[in-house]
Nanobody, 123 residues
């Protein structure tokens, strides 16, 4: 099992930046992909970005491409989501997810989830 804890959310003005962190514990050696998802009130959860835990390949949703950067630090067993040029429509609860299965980086199928961290972007 892999346990995930997100941090770094908060309130920011439009155009600002935030960096989210996802601390992994447990069987971290078995992580294959790590990803970020988000869910705004009244909307379905949507994929944001993913990273191959070994190797570093990345994949982004079109809505965040060029503004968000996903990264990782193996030594800290932590993943990151650097968010820049934030827009009010980026307001959501952001979740970190991990999978141990050998799935394409474009997958939306993850079995380990964090509790989420709130990001609010004011206009």
């Amino acid at each position: 099992q892999v346990q995930l804890v997100e941090s770094g959310g908060g309130l920011v003005q439009a155009g600002g930046s935030l960096r989210l962190s996802c601390a992994a514990s447990g069987r971290t050696f078995s992580i294959y992909n790590m990803a970020w998802f988000r869910q705004a009130p009244g909307k379905e959860r949507e994929f944001v970005a993913a990273i191959r835990w070994s190797g570093g390949s990345t994949y982004y949703a079109d809505s965040v491409k060029g503004r968000f950067t996903i990264s990782k630090d193996h030594t800290l067993n932590t993943g990151y989501l650097q968010m820049s040029s934030l827009k009010p429509e980026d307001t959501a609860l952001y979740y970190c997810a991990a999978t141990r299965r050998f799935l394409p980086i474009t997958t939306h199928e993850y079995e380990s989830w964090g509790q989420g961290t709130q990001v609010t972007v004011s206009s």
